[in-house]
């Protein structure tokens, strides 16, 4: 079974500019989370989503933004890119909308952005 | 607040040799989970281990175990037998007491393993 798959890999984007990284979560799964890990730290909550609709919000400014679709892909976006942006960004799936023994998070490879 | 403490930037360990990880965390609620994931250099979180706050035994995954120690608030991570292909970044995690139903974990800094041979 494949896992949890994001795109890009890598981008590479100017300030001011928008971004859009994609997510597909592993098959059954209905939860799908993004964190964002700066270089040095450990990853930061930025949203959750669970049967399509908007479970968690972490602390973000109203520039980022996600969805998730009717076959529990998701899409996190990003407006007027700042250079603080610059960082990997995971996203996580999970069956069920908590994390358990029996639920862990799965993450993917995540997608590398870097602004300029 | 709610805090996952790594206090262990990096650390070496010789190949076949055991090595522990430290993870200290402050919460105050009764019924919590803790979590501890491997980074490669690929970025990739790979989920190891699972502690519950009312296991009544510390958990184990192969050559992973626990050092779990609720009054001391720490769940160390132990792995036996070093291999090079364990050399990468560890997280502790915990899931936000204030999350209500859903996924926010929060992550130590991590400490950066290097397995020698």
């Known amino acids: 079974d494949a896992g949890v798959t994001q795109s890009p890999t890598h981008l590479i984007k100017t300030r001011g500019q928008h971004v859009t990284l994609r997510c597909s979560p592993i098959?059954?799964?209905?939860?799908v989370s993004w964190y964002q890990q700066v270089l040095g730290q450990g990853p930061q909550f930025i949203f959750q989503y669970y049967e399509k609709e908007e479970r968690g919000r972490g602390n973000f400014p109203d520039r980022f933004s996600a969805r998730q679709f009717p076959n529990y892909s998701s899409e996190l976006n990003v407006n007027a890119l700042l250079l603080g942006d610059s960082a990997l960004y995971l996203c996580?799936?999970?069956?069920?909308?908590?994390?358990?023994?029996?639920?862990?998070?799965?993450f993917g490879n995540g997608t590398r952005l870097t602004v300029t | 607040a709610q805090k996952i403490t790594q206090t262990q930037p990096g650390m070496f360990v010789q190949e076949k040799e055991a090595v522990t990880l430290d993870c200290t965390y402050d919460t105050s609620d009764p019924s919590y989970g803790l979590f501890w994931y491997k980074q490669p250099s690929s970025g990739e979180m790979i989920f190891l281990i699972y502690q519950g706050s009312y296991d009544q035994q510390n958990a184990t995954e192969g050559r992973y175990s626990l050092n779990f120690q609720k009054a001391r608030k720490s769940a160390n991570l132990v792995i036996s037998a070093s291999q090079l292909g364990d050399s990468a970044m560890y997280f502790c995690?915990?899931?936000?007491?204030?999350?209500?139903?859903?996924?926010?974990?929060?992550f130590g800094a991590g400490t950066r393993l290097a397995v020698h041979p």
């Open positions: 098959s059954g799964h209905k939860s």
């Open positions: 996580a799936s999970s069956p069920t909308p908590v994390s358990s023994y029996n639920s862990p998070l799965h």
């Open positions: 995690a915990m899931r936000d007491e204030f999350s209500g139903g859903y996924n926010k974990l929060i």
